[in-house]
């Protein structure tokens, strides 16, 4: 039972992580790319720098274009690089 409900919160936290950024590129049927920028501190030099990484996000209505801030959250596996859909 215990080990249980640890599998449940593991993937309800899992489920509930989202992200912020910025359609880069709306190009491919139903799929979006989502550019998320994040600043990270170096450390060595303690300066802070901007970091950005592009996600595969499903979207099914074909409804978001460049330019659109959207939120997105993580989900099963839809292809092989698609893990992501907009909310």
Same mark, same amino acid.
């Given at each position: 039972?215990?080990?249980?409900? #640890?599998?449940?919160? @593991?993937?309800?936290? *899992?489920?509930?992580? =989202?992200? +912020?950024?910025? !359609?880069?590129?709306? &190009?491919?049927?139903?799929?979006?790319?989502?550019?998320?920028?994040?600043? #990270?501190?170096?450390? @060595?030099?303690?300066? *802070?720098?901007?970091? =950005?990484? +592009?996600?595969? !996000?499903?979207?099914? &209505?074909?409804?978001?274009?460049?330019?659109?801030?959207?939120?997105?959250?993580?989900?099963?596996?839809?292809?092989?690089? *698609?893990?992501?859909?907009?909310?």
């Amino acid at each position: 039972m215990k080990q249980d409900n #640890k599998e449940k919160k @593991k993937a309800e936290e *899992k489920k509930n992580r =989202t992200l +912020k950024g910025v !359609v880069v590129s709306d &190009k491919i049927d139903k799929t979006i790319v989502v550019a998320v920028n994040r600043l #990270k501190l170096h450390p @060595k030099y303690k300066k *802070k720098y901007k970091v =950005t990484k +592009k996600y595969k !996000v499903h979207d099914e &209505k074909n409804e978001f274009h460049i330019g659109d801030k959207v939120t997105i959250v993580e989900c099963r596996p839809l292809s092989k690089d *698609k893990r992501w859909k907009v909310i």
